[in-house]
C-alpha cells in the first residue's frame, strides 16, 4: 500500500522510510487520527503560515552561524512578473549538504543592480553576515554575467 502511494503520488521512494515511521507513530492514537481532516486549501495556509516560520527561522540561525554559497536565477512568472529565486547551499551540524529555498523577490528589471539590492535586502531583513557568503552561483544569461561576458 506505502509503495502503490508513492508511485501514484509521483513521490520519490527515498521518503519511504520517513513516511513508515510517520504512519507508525500516527497510528498509536487512532482516536485521534480518525477525527483529522485536511482540505488542501488548509494544508496549503498551515505550510505557508505555520511549519515554514519555523523552518524558515532554523534556516536564518544556520546562515548566521554557517558558510554558505547562494544560487540565483531569474524567471517570469504567469503574470509576466520578474521574479528572483534565491537558493542557499551549506554543510549541516551533521556534515551533510543541504539546499534549501532562502527567497524570492520581484522586479522591475533584472539587472546586476536590482539583483544585488535584492540581496542587500534579503540580508539585512535577516541579519545574515555576508563575510558566511562564500561563492554565488547564478545562470548564464548577460544580465548575470554582464553585457560584454
Known amino acids: 500500500m506505502l509503495l502503490g502511494f508513492l508511485a501514484e503520488k509521483s513521490l520519490p ?3 519511504a522510510p520517513d513516511l513508515l515511521e510517520l504512519v507508525k507513530g500516527m497510528s498509536k492514537d487512532r482516536k485521534a487520527l ?6 488542501q ?3 496549503s495556509y498551515k505550510t505557508r503560515f505555520g511549519i515554514s516560520k519555523t523552518v524558515k527561522e532554523a534556516l536564518l540561525e544556520d546562515l548566521q552561524k554557517e ?3 547562494l544560487n540565483l536565477d531569474g524567471s517570469t ?20 549538504i543541504s539546499t534549501k529555498h532562502l527567497s524570492s523577490y520581484c522586479v522591475d528589471n ?6 544585488f539590492q535584492g540581496l542587500v535586502q534579503i540580508f539585512d ?4 553576515p555576508w563575510q558566511n557568503l562564500m561563492s554565488v552561483l547564478m545562470d548564464s544569461c548577460s544580465v548575470m554575467r554582464g553585457g560584454n561576458a
Open 13 to 15: 521512494f527515498t521518503v
Open 34 to 39: 480518525n477525527c483529522i481532516t485536511m482540505h
Open 41 to 43: 486549501n488548509a494544508a
Open 67 to 69: 558558510f554558505f554559497s
Open 77 to 96: 512568472n504567469s503574470s509576466n512578473q520578474k521574479i528572483v529565486t534565491v537558493l542557499v547551499n551549506y554543510m549541516t551540524k551533521d556534515g551533510n
Open 110 to 115: 533584472v539587472n546586476s543592480e536590482t539583483i
Open 125 to 128: 531583513k535577516n541579519n545574515i
